[in-house]
């Protein structure tokens, strides 16, 4: 497919079929009895987490949500594939932006409104009888993540939930976690090819899963005239200071390649992490999950 083809198909895939709705396949979408009804039988709860940001000028500020959303619907599938039946809560959307803060469109809450909304919410769920909450980010901001895991600790403690934060080991090493938390999942993914250049948002990688589940949200014509920002970790550890330091490093708020985007290369994006987060999950629930030694 040559650069700036849209794919034959502009609603998507059978995922998104049904049209750009975060609710579509949700607990939004059902009635009470039917959530009665899941609470009863056992189901667990997937929920997706992300944030409204800039994302480049071709790409919609709502892509970490998109895309969370998108795992969690590709989660739900290869679970109940295993037997484990699985509802999707309403994806979060309001975390912490620290790298894109000073862009318009960035939208930051407070550290203690994240922990509240959230702790809310898994209460609510536990008193519906929903107390197996795993928790599916797409956002990699440090300050964000551990608000997460903030609220996931303490609605723990406080309501005996059972929440989880299903993560990669290179992520839960960043945040300081040792693998032994109760309260995290990590799985290991394959190793990334090294690459003298840096790409950790509204690149190729974000681009195409973009482009293949919500191509109309994509700003083609934009996309064509982007170039990579060739950035190092040297300069990643700047950016990620954020506000006026990120944006010197990013002016346009992308970290990447964008050109290296496809639709083909988004169809394929998430099946690690579709596998591997099914499987921590799986032999959590099994109670044969082992933790990851990251120290």
Do not use: C
């Not at 500020?61 to 998108?70: Q, R």
């Not at 700047?238 to 988004?266: C, I, L, N």
């Amino acid at each position: 497919m040559s650069k700036g083809d849209l794919p034959a198909a502009s609603k998507g895939p059978e995922v998104t079929s049904r049209g750009y709705s975060i609710f579509d396949g949700t607990m939004a979408d059902m009635t009470y009895p039917e959530i009665e009804k899941a609470a009863r039988e056992k189901a667990i709860v997937i929920f997706p987490v992300g944030v409204i940001e800039a994302h480049g000028p071709h790409l919609p500020l709502g892509v970490d949500t998109y895309e969370g959303y998108i795992k969690a619907k590709l989660l739900k599938v290869e679970l109940e594939k295993r037997g484990i039946q699985a509802l999707i809560a309403p994806p979060f959307y309001w975390g912490i932006n620290t790298a894109t803060g000073a862009f318009p469109g960035s939208f930051s809450s407070r550290e203690e409104t994240v922990v509240n909304v959230l702790w809310d919410a898994l209460a609510s769920l536990k008193r519906w009888g929903l107390e197996n909450v795993f928790f599916v980010n797409n956002h990699g901001d440090a300050d964000h993540n551990l608000v997460i895991l903030a609220a996931i600790r303490k609605a723990r403690l406080d309501t005996g939930t059972r929440a989880y934060y299903v993560m990669e080991d290179q992520l839960a090493k960043r945040l300081g976690l040792t693998g032994k938390e109760a309260y995290a999942l990590v799985y290991r993914p394959a190793p990334l090819p090294p690459s003298k250049f840096i790409e950790v948002h509204a690149g190729g990688g974000e681009t195409s899963v973009m482009w293949y589940y919500f191509p109309d949200l994509v700003r083609v014509d934009i996309w064509k005239t982007l170039k990579s920002t060739d950035k190092t970790l040297q300069d990643l550890v700047v950016w990620r200071r954020g506000w006026e330091d990120a944006k010197r490093v990013t002016p346009q708020a992308f970290f990447g390649d964008p050109t290296t985007a496809s639709p083909e290369r988004g169809q394929g994006a998430f099946n690690e992490f579709t596998a591997a987060a099914a499987g921590v999950i799986e032999a959590q629930l099994k109670g044969q999950y082992r933790p990851v030694d990251l120290t």
